[in-house]
């Protein structure tokens, strides 16, 4: 018995020296994974927030289409939709998963095809509106952490009913 005593006061006499080293290691493990968590989200926020900027500019340059002159001139929006598709591919990347960033990436380039097409008439136009709409929520529950990449491949209905406001009359102020 002496001898389990004696080799396990022999460990301890040995470990003892070592463990505020490993408590240094430990919490710095932990502080540079923090770190990295914080930068990723600012990262995700910033790009999230690019990407609605060029979708708003985009649903502008839409909305003063449709009330324009008759008959509409096509709409060829190629600042807009470089912009949103780069940034797309951006937010691809800053994804994980292959099936996230193929559909962020395909969203972005489908945009920017659609943007690109010389869309002409209202029910084209109308279909862009809701395109870039769909994007525009999407773009919100996806910077808040509440939709994935893959999310965007939903219809507008099915991502308005997962991701859309959901408050009721309580949560509105009164009207006076």
């Known amino acids: ?5 004696d080799v396990v006061a022999a460990i301890a006499d040995l470990t003892t020296p070592f ?8 919490g710095a493990g932990l502080t540079m994974l923090t770190q990295r968590a914080q930068t990723r ?4 926020r910033e790009l999230a927030v690019s990407a609605l900027e060029a979708v708003t500019e985009a649903r502008s340059a839409v909305a003063q289409r449709r009330t324009g002159t008759e008959p509409p001139e096509p709409l060829y929006a190629a600042g807009p939709a470089t912009a949103i598709w ?3 591919e951006m937010l691809a990347a800053v994804e994980r998963r292959p099936r996230d960033q193929r559909a962020l990436a ?11 097409g010389g869309a002409r008439r209202e029910q084209d136009l109308q279909a862009l509106g809701g395109e870039l709409r769909r994007l525009s929520l999407l773009l919100v529950a996806w910077e808040r952490r509440r939709a ?5 491949a939903l219809p507008f209905d ?3 009913l997962r991701f859309g406001p959901d408050y009721s009359e309580e949560d509105l102020p009164p009207v006076p």
């Open 1 to 5: 018995m002496s001898n389990i005593t």
């Open 19 to 26: 463990l505020p080293l490993l408590g240094v290691l430990v």
């Open 41 to 44: 989200r600012a990262q995700r």
């Open 86 to 88: 780069a940034r797309f």
């Open 106 to 116: 395909a969203n972005g380039m489908n945009a920017h095809e659609w943007l690109m």
């Open 148 to 152: 994935r990449g893959r999310d965007f």
């Open 158 to 160: 099915v991502a308005f």
